[in-house]
T-cell receptor
Framework: EAQVTQNPRYLITVTGKKLTVTCSQN?????MSWYRQDPGLGLRQIYY???????DKGDVPEGYKVSRKEKRNFPLILESPSPNQTSLYFC?????????????FGPGTRLTVT | GENVEQHPSTLSVQEGDSAVIKCTYS??????FPWYKQELGKRPQLIID?????GEKKDQRIAVTLNKTAKHFSLHITETQPEDSAVYFC????????????FGGGTRLMVKP
């Protein structure tokens, strides 16, 4: 089954404790992105990647890091989480080759930083 | 960067009526405009999209119109049903594969039986 997976789905942590949210897709997509969703603000792009070892900042990259060492994985790293990073996070992937532009979203990770 | 504004933020309609949600965007380089439906606790799901070389697209009860000159696009849902109740997001992208999405703030649609 074609899908995007994220882990963990729920996470409660404390300020300053490094964490990683994993994202994996099995569709051989070139493009992957991270978004955060906050009430009234829609989804905002944090980082995106056009292929292995190619990443770029989105609209709200401060406080986040990403890496793309393999095509299927795109982890989101919070080196020193703060309460304002409490949010719902979505990973997404898409393919230029398919020509349909559709973003395939993961199930989301709800992060709470206390 | 791109800025997408969406109106209204909430919309309540009677079952069977039509619903219209409007979005404006700021970057004339944007070339892809998807609409997503998000049910409570779930991921956004694409319901319809349109590219900048097309003015209108329809899929059963759902249609999207795009006015590139005015930089606005709209979602039209006809014959609304209770299961259409959800939050709807518009977005605009100028990436090669729709991967650089800027979203509107969302519209909560409530369809009353």
């Amino acid at each position: 089954e074609a899908q995007v997976t994220q882990n963990p789905r729920y996470l409660i942590t404390v300020t300053g404790k490094k964490l990683t949210v994993t994202c994996s897709q099995n569709m051989n997509h070139e493009y992957m992105s991270w978004y955060r969703q906050d009430p009234g603000l829609g989804l905002r792009q944090i980082y995106y990647s056009m292929n292995v070892e190619v990443t770029d900042k989105g609209d709200v990259p401060e406080g986040y890091k990403v890496s793309r060492k393999e095509k299927r994985n795109f982890p989101l790293i919070l080196e020193s989480p703060s309460p304002n990073q409490t949010s719902l996070y979505f990973c997404a992937s898409s393919s230029l080759a398919s020509g349909d532009y559709e973003q395939y979203f993961g199930p989301g990770t709800r992060l709470t930083v206390t | 960067g791109e800025n997408v504004e969406q109106h209204p933020s909430t919309l309540s309609v009677q079952e069977g009526d039509s619903a219209v949600i409007k979005c404006t965007y700021s970057d004339s380089a944007s070339n892809y405009f998807p609409w997503y439906k998000q049910e409570l606790g779930k991921r956004p799901q694409l319901i319809i999209d349109i590219r900048s070389n097309v003015g209108e697209k329809k899929d059963q009860r759902i249609a999207v119109t795009l006015n590139k000159t005015a930089k606005h696009f709209s979602l039209h849902i006809t014959e609304t049903q209770p299961e259409d109740s959800a939050v709807y997001f518009c977005a605009a992208s100028k990436g090669d594969a729709g991967n650089m999405l800027t979203f509107g703030g969302g519209t909560r649609l409530m369809v009353k039986p």
